[in-house]
């Protein structure tokens, strides 16, 4: 069974430019397994921040981006801010109608 | 603008079983693709089945596969989540979310969620 990973929990500083990446438990994330984003605070519903890799979704700031970075996905927060602290969430499409979210990142922002 | 309003959601007992609903406004529910995405207490979010909006295919994490169905009624702008036998593990939050076709496959509208919680 195909595991999309995450780092379970990452730390930066106000202002820090920083990475989160998506992988595959076997194998490499590429474009064609469309990677997207979302961001998701305790309680609320999630929201999309990138789709098809690098695509920001409509009202995300340009301080977000997606990339292939190596064998994964990967999203760079430039420059962060106290209200990033979320969850953040990888999902990558398997085909076949089937979609894989990754574990998820809880980013705390010191 | 677009709006997921899910509802049905409760506590039932283990075996037991629950329907939900989503309602839909303000884009074309017809031909849209729709699924269902659920979150566990304190855990991440779980794919949990997705229809296709003009073919009427249906798709099924293996998890629930075999004891949740999918459905819609076009006429009614109306999602469903049939869930039988429900388990211990299938207590969770579950959203409404619209998906967009290939060639995106990413959920781009979500709602707010119901809460599933199964326990004897």
């Known amino acids: 069974q195909t595991v999309v990973t995450q780092e379970p929990s990452f730390s930066v500083s106000p202002g820090e430019t920083f990475t989160l990446t998506c992988g595959l438990s076997s194998g490499s994330v590429s474009t064609s397994y469309y990677p997207s984003w979302y961001q998701q605070t305790p309680g609320q519903a999630p929201r999309t921040l990138i789709y098809s890799t690098n695509t920001r979704s409509s009202g995300v700031p340009d301080r977000f981006s997606g990339s292939i970075l190596g064998n994964k996905a990967a999203l760079t927060i430039t420059g962060a801010q106290a209200d990033d602290e979320s969850n953040y969430y990888c999902?990558?499409?398997?085909?076949?109608?089937?979609?894989?979210f990754g574990g998820g990142t809880k980013l705390t922002v010191l | 603008e677009v709006q997921l309003l899910e509802s049905g959601g409760g506590l039932v007992q283990p075996g037991e079983s629950l329907r939900l609903s989503c309602e839909a406004s303000?884009?074309?529910?017809?031909?849209?693709?729709m699924s269902w995405v659920r979150q566990a207490p304190g855990k991440g979010l779980e794919w949990v089945s997705t229809t296709s909006g003009v073919s009427g295919n249906t798709y099924y994490a293996g998890s629930v596969k075999g004891r949740f169905i999918i459905s819609r009624d076009n006429s009614k702008n109306t999602l469903y989540l049939q869930m039988n036998s429900l388990r211990a593990e299938d207590t969770a939050v579950y959203y409404c979310a619209k998906r967009v076709p290939a060639p995106a496959y990413y959920f781009d509208f979500w709602g707010q969620g119901t809460q599933v919680t199964v326990s004897s």
């Open positions: 999902m990558l499409y398997m085909g076949s109608g089937i979609s894989v």
């Open positions: 303000g884009f074309t529910f017809s031909s849209s693709v």
